[in-house]
């Protein structure tokens, strides 16, 4: 199982992104999805995730400015990122909790290989 993440970039403040995140291999469902970040010097953090059902949950400081859906057909989850702040430049990581067989009892978590975005003028 591997994800693929793709879409960063250098913005200017005030612009936009869209970062996108492909499962590929063999498994059997995806659960919850997602979008991490880490800046240098500080924690990985959580920016947004999504459900298998569609129920999503934000980081309070990108509320209003950023957008997580998902292709379950693709296997693919996106962020939009409107607003872009200086802060939010960080390395992306995206997420997936994935069945990998019929019979397998817990989701795993598989990480993506992370996207630079940067925010400046």
């Known amino acids: 199982v591997q994800l693929q993440a793709s879409g960063g970039g250098l913005v200017q403040p005030g612009g936009s992104l869209r970062l996108s995140c492909a499962a590929s291999?063999?498994?059997?469902?995806?659960?919850?999805m997602g979008w991490y970040r880490q800046a240098p010097g500080k924690q990985r953090e959580l920016v947004a995730a999504?459900?298998?059902?569609?129920?999503?949950n934000y980081q309070d400081s990108v509320k209003g400015r950023f957008t997580i859906s998902r292709d379950n057909a693709k296997n693919t989850v996106y962020l939009q990122m409107n607003s872009l702040k200086p802060e939010d430049t960080a390395v992306y990581y995206c997420?997936?909790?994935?069945?990998?067989?019929?019979?397998?009892?817990?989701?795993?978590?598989?990480w993506g290989q992370g996207t630079q975005v940067t925010v400046s003028s």
């Open positions: 291999g063999t498994f059997f469902s995806i659960n919850n």
């Open positions: 997420n997936a909790d994935i069945k990998r067989y019929t019979w397998s009892i817990n989701y795993t978590p598989f």
């Open positions: 999504i459900a298998n059902g569609g129920t999503t």
